[in-house]
């Protein structure tokens, strides 16, 4: 399953980038997203490029929303380990790359992740992967699994936009 989606910021991309690789904002989002620890296992720049990767853990899901054959996966909480990577090279356009893995479930979700500029400032756009590898029903998982993306990628959008409007002045 593949899909692509697409967030406009009145801030240009290096000030966008710039938050994105402050751990102070990184910290504020994941608290902002959902209960639970976060744990930062890797965090830094390194031969021009940033990469963080991020441990939390999240709430399990209801037996009733999952298919019959998927419910061995089901459990009370989840450790998702999500990383980022920026390639800080790049001159007006940004580009990145980034994985996410839920333990102990199938499923993959791989993302490119670019900043454009735009007129208003730019735009943060995601081409996003997932693959689940449990036989027969992969594809329905697959689609529930980008249901939850968009979801969690739309709220992180509404956070960026209050944290960017709350501490980084428009052409700062």
Known sequence: MRFSLSHVYEHDADTV???????????RKYHAMGPGPVEFIEFGESQDR???TIQRELPGISHKDVPRIARRFVRDSYTLV????WDLEG?????G??????QDVPVTITGDLRLLPTEEGC???????IHSGIPVI???VSNEAAKLVRRSLDK???????YLREHVRVGS
Not at 17 to 27: G, K, P
Not at 123 to 129: E, G, L, S, T, V
Request: charged content about 30%; proline content about 0%.
């Open 50 to 52: 940033f990469r963080a």
């Open 156 to 162: 992180e959008y509404a956070f960026s936009r209050q």
């Open 17 to 27: 980038l710039a938050v994105c690789m402050d751990r102070h904002y990184l910290e």
């Open 123 to 129: 735009a943060k756009a995601f081409d996003i992967q």
């Open 138 to 140: 992969g594809s329905k």
């Open 97 to 102: 790359r980034m994985n996410m893995h839920i």
């Open 82 to 85: 999500y990383t980022v990577e």
């Open 91 to 95: 001159a007006e356009e940004k580009s």
